[in-house]
């Protein structure tokens, strides 16, 4: 392994790697945000070709939009979502989510525009991760996911945090601090969500192709 500074460092050593195509512009496997909170949710404690079976249910029952999620009869819901495992607490919160997003935002729209972490923490079963991945993939806001994979892989480089906040703190400040040569990497305008949101997925996708690196 190279020796690692900063979280720019990590970011220029993974670019190099060509871990995944252009396929999906945010790396998360959908290009559509109402998926994409579906799926923060769905893939708590199990793959995500699980919750690809789930959303596959989803769209057969034409659950596209916060109403409908909101509307459905709760035993669709549960035989729906049953792929993804933890099937009956999955579906309540789903619902109830949708039911308080209509209900403070009107609008899936106005949601990802306006919501915050402190909005999202304060739902039933969503943590850290889960509420930044929403802010992230979803809203297209500018936060950084930390995972176990990060935390795996920085452990490789002699790096160990106390919390999820300093680990995202590191990852967030190489990258802030060097943004203009970041910018500088690609052939095409990128916004810092988007840096984020690749850079997480890179260390994902790596971490699976080398799981004992």
């Known amino acids: 392994m190279i020796n690692i500074d900063s979280s720019y460092d990590l970011l220029c050593f993974l670019k190099e790697q060509n ?33 690809e079976k789930s959303l596959e249910n989803l769209r057969k029952l034409n659950i596209n939009t916060l109403k409908k ?18 099937k009956n607490q999955k579906a309540i919160r789903l619902n109830i989510l949708a039911k308080n ?3 403070d935002f009107d609008t899936f729209d106005n949601f990802c525009s306006n919501v915050d972490r402190t909005w999202l923490l ?34 490789r480089f002699g790096y160990e945090f106390d919390s999820y906040e300093e680990l995202q703190e590191w990852c967030e400040y190489g990258i802030n ?25 890179k260390i994902i996708e790596f971490m699976k192709r080398n799981p004992k690196t």
């Open 177 to 201: 601090q060097n943004y203009d040569k970041i910018l500088s990497l690609y052939d095409y305008e990128i916004t810092l969500n988007k840096i984020y949101a690749r850079f997480h997925g």
């Open 101 to 103: 997003i209509i209900s």
């Open 19 to 51: 871990l995944f195509d252009e396929k999906y512009e945010y790396w998360w496997p959908s290009n559509n945000s109402f998926e994409i909170l579906l799926g923060a949710i769905l893939t708590q404690n199990t793959k995500w070709t699980n919750v």
């Open 122 to 155: 304060k739902q039933k079963g969503i943590g850290l991760e889960t509420a930044d991945a929403i802010l992230c993939y979803s809203c297209k806001q500018d936060y950084f996911v930390v995972d176990s994979y990060t935390q795996r892989l920085l452990k």
């Open 69 to 86: 999620l909101s509307n459905i009869n709760i035993e669709d819901l549960i035989l729906a979502i049953t792929p993804s495992g933890f």
